[in-house]
């Protein structure tokens, strides 16, 4: 596609359950991050795959958040047991060359009851 | 934390006017990027500044930087109402990652 996808754009769910979030990153982008925005506030970097190479998972915040990208391309960011604290928006993005400008998905707005 | 911090929070001028913000970071980078966040949308690549830049033109925006003050300025001339949205800038201390403050919201007034 053009741009950075994501689904679903919206997801509500109960505290306890387990939720997937999908990450669609434009063709031919090596890099591709995860972030996390809570509501007013600046991104959070989560998790970060380049290539083949072993993600850095440095800003996971507990161990039930997991991420994996398969073949390369779809991300899939994965929370367990969700608490009330993980409602907000998550925001994927991807780039090609180092040092280069992230593209940014419009994000999926998680909220947990 | 290499974060940058964004001044003023928020920021409210009359359609024409210039808006001016602020980002202050901790330590050295090799790149400063400022980005726009309509509501309910990602984030959109303004303009990115290089450690060995000092200042950048795209359009009605202007980019400084001054790296002895670990400081940057984001200048938008003759604001229109699209240009409501909240600006974030963001630093590049490695090779990949990127810190980001938590944003300056500009309301444009018609």
């Known amino acids: 596609g053009a741009g950075v996808s994501q689904s679903p754009s919206n997801k509500v769910t109960e505290k306890g359950k387990d939720v997937e979030l999908r990450c669609d990153p434009i063709?031919?982008?090596?890099?591709l991050y995860w972030y996390r925005q809570s509501l007013g506030q600046g991104l959070e970097f989560l998790i970060y795959f380049q290539g083949n190479s072993a993600p850095d998972k440095s800003g996971l915040p507990s161990d039930r958040f997991s991420a994996e990208r398969t073949g390369g391309s779809v991300s899939t960011l994965t929370i367990q047991r969700t608490q009330q604290e993980d409602s907000a928006v998550y925001l994927c993005a991807s780039r090609n060359r180092v040092k280069e400008p992230q593209h940014f998905g419009d994000g999926t707005r998680l909220s947990i009851l | 934390s290499q974060q940058g911090e964004e001044d003023p929070q928020a920021l409210s001028i009359q359609e024409g006017e210039n808006a001016t913000m602020n980002c202050s970071y901790k330590?050295?980078?090799?790149?400063l990027q400022w980005y726009r966040q309509n509501s309910g949308r990602g984030l959109v690549h303004l303009i990115l500044?290089?450690?060995?830049?000092r200042e950048k033109h795209s359009g009605r925006l202007r980019v400084t930087l001054d790296t002895s003050k670990k400081s940057s300025s984001l200048l938008i001339t003759a604001s229109r109402a699209a240009d409501t949205a909240s600006y974030f800038c963001a630093t590049m201390w490695n090779d990949y990652k990127l810190s980001f403050g938590a944003g300056t919201t500009v309301t444009v007034r018609a």
């Open positions: 063709s031919g982008h090596t890099a």
């Open positions: 500044i290089r450690s060995n830049e």
């Open positions: 330590t050295s980078i090799n790149n």
